[in-house]
Every structure is written in C-alpha cells, then in structure tokens.
C-alpha cells in the first residue's frame, strides 16, 4: 500500500515508471533511480505555474525532464492578448495597403516558390485580419508585423524589371534602400520577440531573413541566421515528430506547416553545412522526418509546390545515413554505393519533375514547375559532386585502381552537367538575385579550373570540354554580376582563377609543377589609352586564348555582339583576355565604373594576395588544392 503520509506540504502517489525517464540527453542514470517504485514529489503547487517555473529555467518542453508541457511558440493570434507581443501601430516601413497587397502578390508568385516555407491560404486570412485591425487602432501581434515587413523585403529584392520602376517611382526610393529599410525594420520587430513566441510566424520570419542575406551575398550572416532559426524551431518543438504533452490542440493542417518548415530548415542545414563547409545545426544521421505528413491538400490536376522540398529532405536522410555509416570516411566502394543512391533516387522522381523526358504538361499552366525542377537538380547535383571533389583537385596516381578511374570520369561528367545545368537556370531567367544561380556556376567552374591545373581533364580526355565550359561559364557570371551582388563576387573571384590557368598546349608536368610555375612568365603589354571601355567586363573564348603562351590586351566586344555571346570573331585568339570586375564587385556595369585592360602574368599565382570579395569568409581556395600550381607550400 502506497505511503501517503505528508510531510509539510509535500504529498506522495502512485506512478509508473513512465513519469520518470533518463534524459535524452546521454546521460547514464543509475538503475536504482529508474523504476516503477520511484514516485514522483507533490510540490503542491498549479500545473501551469510548475510548467512556467521549469521552462523559464531552461528545460524544453515535451521532454523528459519532468514532463513539461510543450509550447507551440506562443499565440498566433493577429490581435496579440499578450502585451510584450503586441505593437500599437502600424510601422511607418510599411506603405499603403494598395502597395503593399502589390508587394505580397509579388513574393507569393515569386520568391515563395523556391522554398514554399509561407502557405499562402493561411497567410492571407492573417493578412487581412492584420489589415483591419490596424485600421481600426487595435495593437497587432509584433511577430506578424515583422514576418510581413521582411516579406516585403524579399519581394522588392527579387523584383521583375517592369514592376521595379513603378514601385521606386511610388515610393519615390530605389528598390535596393526599400528592401534595406524593410529588413532592417523587421530585424528590429523580431529582437523584441523572446525566444519561444511568435509561433510559425516567428520561426518563417528568421528564415526569410537568412534568405535576405544570401541574396545579398552575406553569407557568413546567412550561415548565421539558419543556425539563430534552428534554434528557434527546435525552442518551439518543431523538431518533434508529434507535440507531446501540449497546452492546446493542435489541427492536422497546422501540424503539417510545422513539420514543412522543420523539412526546409533540415534540407538547408545539410547544404549551407556541405557547400560551405561549415558545422551542422541538426544531428542530420539522427533526425527523421516523415514527409507523408507535409501534403496538406491533394490534387490530381495540379502539382503540389512543395514536393521538390519534401523529395530533397527525403534523399538527404538517406544520404545522412550512408555518411553516419561509414562514419564519413567514404573510400572508393562507399562512393560507388552512394551513387547508385542518387540514381535510384533519380528513377522514382515524380514525371515532371525529371530533368530528361519527364512530363511537361504542367509547365504554362503552372510557370514555377520549370524553375522547381531545375533548381531540385541542381542542388542535388551539387551534394552528388561534393564526396567526388578529391578527384578533381589532385593529380592522377600512376596506380590509380578502377574504381578510382570510374568515379573520375562521374566527377567530370557531373560536373560538366552542372555547369550545364546552371547556365539553363540562368537561361530561363530564374531569379538573378537566387544565390544558386551564381553558386552553382561559380563553385563549380572553380573546381574545373582546379581540374585542368592538377591534369585530371585531360587524364580523362576532356580539357577542352572542361575549358569551353569555363569559357561560357565566365560569360555568363559577367552577365550575372550586372545585377546580382553574388554574380558580380563570383564574377571577379572565378576570374582570378582562370587567368591563371595553364595553357592547354604548355602545361606544366605533374613531376615539376612547382618549379614550372615560378619559371613561366607571360607579360601583356597594356595598349589600352586613357579613355576607358563603354561595355562591361567580357571574356572571349577562355578556353582558347588562355591554351597559348602568348598574350595580347583585351578588347571588348563589338557594339554588335551580345552580352551572353561566348565567342568572339578574333583573328588572334591572344588578342583577348578577361576583364576584370571593380574591387566592390557590386555595381551594375551599364552604370557604374568601367574599366580599363590589365596586363596578367603566370609567374605570381599566391593566391593568398587575392581580393575574394567576401568569398574568403565562406569558400576556402584551398579546397582546390592549387598550391603545387601557386609555387606556396603544399598543405598537409
């Protein structure tokens, strides 16, 4: 019979043994303190004041400790009952409500599709419920004012052409101080917001502005920002395959958006952590994530936005797995085994969204199909190219095994493919501003050019495969960087690299790489004058002038010739070489400084004197393994 004896004010019952469980944490309990006969103490206090007590501090709800009661991140609620979220009045940021429904229309039919992290029949009923409470002098909920203010920050940052002017000429501001004032004021809203509140709104807030800042290039605030909202979702249980021990109930359809916006988060983790080669946020071996719960409505006739996410997050579980396998040591049978993941992954995609004779049936009606399909393969292209890098920074062994030789030429090929890829992306005109464009054509043509210096093109046959794609890959960053902050980054930096590659008919053997590199020189003279150029930075055929030992001054194109032409008709191949894109990297050439030819030379190749534009904080050049090519000492 239990004790019921009382001792002041505290109070023993029966329990079982699920009251009490070791943490998740790792901590090995003693046995004695882990059984049925183990009651829990009667404080003799409320529920929901031992909950408040706990929580505050510091244990999350819904795990063992305790059995604390999980938070759904506080009221959604547009008229906030609570005053620390609530703001009296509508910011002065936010313009007319014409305006601003013009500026909403425009990010849900643009920049939302490429992550669908805001669905937009929810959004909307918020929206409008936010419109009419501000009208009639009701304080709002601070977290939803700031979600829509960095709303409108994206939707300016990503503006089509024709919209552009008609909202600097509203606003009577360029659209690059809009999106600043926007998100600037939205970053203030949400720093008043304490951690745990603001729900959903909260959570797709700091996301968006982690979005912001990729597309404004900052990419070391970005990696920042996706870690600041991990932990937030995670705060509000987000993490969690259900909501246990929650306050409230919680809809099917509201559940769903949680576990979409967790999906999004884990998938860009895994990236930002692979391209950049920086930490996890999320324990991705560990994690799982059941996508047959993210549909919240099924059609028939139409596509659903969100299933180039949802597929993503599906391979890269699987991908995590096979990495946690090997313990991320992958050798040659592991890679050979991780690629066959990728192309059954390929087979079972969805008809329209496979990149070859797959169902277009869905592309007028539906535009973001074309886009969604291409993005979803470019950034898994990328994940597929990354295991494969080492063969494509390092020369080729004389003993090089079969298997070794197989997973050089996939490196190549998938590298060419991506180059490809992108430059259909930038083809089709998806957004400038989207930082994949200019990461994918960048970070790949780096690892061409590391391909061709280390002799790994032509080991395989195809160096001037690999340097026409360089060649065209240059031309088109030129083209990006008029409008794209990353475009014009990626611009300068894959141009310093490429005037420094061998030529094709003179490279330098793998036994004296070294030395060759300090005995070559090729001085160009400049016969530029004092007047300047009026067309942007150009390149001209790359992979050909730069297969000479010779030089000569670079000529812009012809008044007659396209920005995007690769080729340009020279009787010299040596009469052309790269331009080079100012220091700041960030004007649009039609209006900024133009700029006069320089003289190159192969003899200095330190790459560490080189201005990368930011890109050094995010993207190491020794990645590429050149410093056999650059005359530094080899890293170990």
Not at 96 to 107: A, F, M, P
Not at 440 to 465: N, P
Not at 485 to 500: D, E, I, N, T
Not at 523 to 537: F, G, I, Y
Request: glycine share 6%; with cysteine.
């Amino acid at each position: 019979m239990p004790n019921t004896k009382k001792v002041d004010t505290m109070t023993t019952k029966p329990s079982t043994a699920s009251n009490f469980q070791p943490s998740r944490a790792g901590i090995s309990w003693p046995d004695d303190l882990v059984t049925d006969s183990a009651p829990p103490v009667d404080l003799g206090v409320p529920d929901e004041e031992w909950t408040e007590d706990i929580a505050e501090m510091g244990y999350m709800g819904g795990a063992d400790h305790f059995n604390v009661q999980q938070t759904l991140g506080g009221s959604e609620r547009i008229v906030s009952p609570h005053r620390k979220d609530q703001i009296a009045n509508r910011p002065s940021e936010i313009p007319n409500r014409s305006l601003t429904d013009k500026l909403v229309h425009e990010y849900l039919n643009n920049f939302n599709y490429h992550y669908y992290c805001t669905y937009p029949p929810a959004f909307l009923r918020h929206y409008i419920e936010w419109w009419n409470a501000t009208s009639s002098g009701q304080p709002v909920s601070k977290s939803f004012t700031a979600l829509l203010l960095q709303i409108l920050a994206l939707a300016v940052q990503f503006l089509k052409e024709e919209t552009r002017h008609q909202i600097e000429y509203e606003l009577a501001e360029s659209v690059q101080v809009l999106t600043e004032k926007y998100n600037a004021a939205a970053d203030k809203l949400s720093q008043d917001v304490e951690p745990g509140q603001g729900g959903l709104h909260r959570v797709e807030q700091l996301f968006l502005a982690a979005c912001w800042l990729k597309a404004e290039a900052k990419f070391v605030e970005s990696w920042h920002a996706i870690g600041k909202t991990i932990r937030e979702a995670q705060e509000q249980g987000l993490h969690q395959k259900e909501v246990p021990n929650s306050a409230v109930e919680v809809h099917e359809w509201h559940n769903a958006l949680r576990r979409r916006m967790w999906c999004i988060l884990y998938l860009w983790d895994w990236y930002m952590a692979g391209w950049l080669g920086r930490p996890f946020g999320i324990d991705h071996s560990k994690c799982y994530i059941d996508t047959n719960v993210l549909h919240i409505s099924q059609s028939g006739t139409s596509p659903d936005p969100f299933t180039h996410i949802s597929l993503q997050c599906n391979l890269i579980q699987v991908v995590a797995r096979h990495y946690a396998k090997y313990s991320f040591k992958l050798g040659p049978a592991a890679l050979l085994e991780l690629q066959r993941i990728f192309d059954e992954w390929q087979k079972k995609l969805p008809d329209h969204l496979k990149l070859d004779g797959g169902n277009t049936s869905f592309d007028d009606q539906h535009s973001f199909v074309p886009s969604q399909r291409l993005q979803l393969h470019a950034c898994v292209s990328v994940m597929r190219l990354n295991p494969l890098k080492a063969y494509l920074v390092n020369p080729v062994p004389p003993n090089s095994s079969p298997e070794e030789d197989q997973l050089r030429q996939s490196a190549v090929a998938y590298s060419l493919g991506l180059l490809a890829m992108s430059q259909t992306l930038f083809d089709l005109g998806v957004d400038a501003k989207d930082h994949l464009v200019a990461f994918c054509l960048f970070d790949t043509g780096a690892l061409a050019c590391s391909a061709i210096m280390h002799g790994v093109g032509k080991a395989v046959g195809r160096d001037e495969e690999i340097r026409e794609a360089i060649d065209t890959t240059l031309v088109r960053l030129s083209d990006l960087a008029r409008v794209s902050k990353p475009g014009a980054k990626s611009y300068r930096v894959l141009a310093h690299l490429v005037r420094r590659l061998p030529p094709a008919s003179d490279r330098p053997s793998q036994a004296d790489a070294g030395s060759s590199a300090k005995k070559i020189k090729i001085e160009v003279p400049s016969t530029a004058s004092n007047s300047l150029p009026t067309q942007a930075p150009w390149s001209s055929s790359i992979g050909s002038h730069f297969s000479n030992g010779s030089g000569g001054s670079a000529q812009p194109p012809s008044s007659g010739a396209s920005s995007s032409d690769s080729r340009s008709p020279h009787s010299d191949p040596d009469d052309a070489l790269p331009w080079v894109v100012p220091n700041d990297g960030t004007q649009a050439y039609d209006t900024g400084p133009q700029l006069m030819p320089v003289a190159w030379t192969t003899q200095d190749r330190d790459f560490r004197n080189l201005d990368y534009g930011g890109f050094e904080q995010v993207w190491n050049w020794q990645n590429l393994n050149l410093d056999p090519y650059s005359g530094l000492p080899r890293i170990p």
